[in-house]
């Protein structure tokens, strides 16, 4: 995928005191859009974002906006994050009521994403490929911090892409650009990274190295 691959920094991994600082840098340094984890603290251990923060970041950036719902019944939220300023709504395979949470994004106007966490078959996913326009894979376990990259994630995006599904197939945990250049030979075509970017202090380099380019 090369030089087509898009590459999405995340807010997660930026100096949130200086959150519209880091924004603008990456902005510069060619990032093709911004990630934003939302977490409730119960199907993971963190709290993250409201719709508030949001908000505020939609107004720092024309960036396109990814927000991944990782909380219990994310189709009560969609419509919020929406109306906040997301682009682009995540919710992960395994909610309780993908259907809704589907239609509930739809409605609101903004595209779907759906993610697959490291302990969930490609299987799960299957039903509604034709439904979404971005996969999800998550190479590195959300449930605790510090989790090491998981090298049979990227197996998910060959099979994604022998199921059928032609859309935007996204990985994102521990991405290097020794990684990103495997994802992206295995069908990735976007990259979501927090620290290898954040923490760079040539953050369009580090950019640059996640796309190949």
Known sequence: MGSDAKVYPSVLGCDLLH??????????????????DVLDGRSTPMITFGPLVVQHIRRATRLPLNVHLMI??????????????????????????????????REAGKLVGMSLRPATPVDEALPYLDLVDMVLVLSTDP??????????SLEKL???????????????????????????AAGATALISGSSVFRAEDRAKAIAELRGT
Do not use: C, W
């Open 158 to 184: 060959t099979g994604l892409r022998e199921a059928g599904f032609k859309g935007q197939l996204a990985v994102y945990g521990g991405i290097t650009p020794e990684i990103a250049a495997t994802a992206r």
């Open 72 to 105: 219990e019944k994310p189709e009560r939220f969609a419509f919020q994050f929406a109306m906040a300023g997301a682009d682009r709504i995540f919710f992960d395979a395994h909610t309780e009521n993908p259907p809704a949470t589907i239609d509930g994004i």
């Open 19 to 36: 959150l519209r600082d880091e924004i603008e840098d990456v902005e510069r340094g060619g990032a093709d859009g911004l990630h934003i």
């Open 143 to 152: 449930s605790a911090r510090g989790h090491p990259f998981v090298p049979e």
